[in-house]
């Protein structure tokens, strides 16, 4: 212990200044470097959210196209683009908007069908709403004597589809002007 203190005592000239740099160095790293790096992760898990909501929102289109309602299934959304369908229907529609209806690739220029059904940031599926409109007539005889109800349910004419880490949605239950609208755009 003793030849602890001398050395202490002999370089301490050299030792404080040496552990106020090393705990700068690592107040620095925590205080600016660490944040900053969170902070690009989350804008990178952001922005591949958005483009992988935007693929759905393509392939949702091409799906309404082809069947004439929405998917309301991720997996049965995803086994369509992986049929390669959806692009030769897309490409059929006259008047489309190719900035808002058009598949986005990954940087290596690939789509991944797969990568479509899951959130960036924890992993999640995306879900896919579907609205449902039920009508209740009744039937009345010529005479006015009631016969039966007839009950007519729509389902599929709406979607929303929810990232489950927050970082957007497309489409709409409720209107139709929003029906394929982003909540980011």
Aim: without cysteine; positive net charge.
């Amino acid at each position: 212990m003793e030849q602890v203190k001398k050395f202490y005592r002999d370089y301490q000239s050299f030792i404080n200044p040496g552990l106020i740099i090393i705990l700068g160095l690592f107040l620095l790293k925590v205080a600016y470097f660490d944040p900053l790096q969170l902070t690009q992760l989350e804008e990178s898990n952001k922005k591949e959210a958005r483009n992988r909501l935007h693929n759905l929102r393509t392939a949702q289109r091409a799906y309404v196209e082809k069947y004439g309602h929405f998917a309301g299934n991720i997996d049965e959304l995803i086994n369509f683009v992986k049929t390669a369908e959806a692009g030769i229907i897309l490409g059929g529609i006259k008047g489309l908007d190719s900035s808002l209806f058009s598949f986005r690739t990954d940087n290596e220029g690939v789509l991944r069908a797969d990568s479509l059904k899951y959130s960036t940031k924890i992993h999640q599926p995306f879900a896919i709403l579907l609205d449902s409109v039920r009508v209740i007539d009744s039937v009345f005889s010529e005479k006015g004597k009631f016969i039966r109800v007839d009950t007519s349910i729509t389902r599929g004419t709406r979607f929303k589809i929810v990232d489950p880490s927050g970082y957007g949605s497309i489409g709409n239950l409720y209107f139709d002007a929003l029906k394929y609208s982003a909540s980011w755009e």
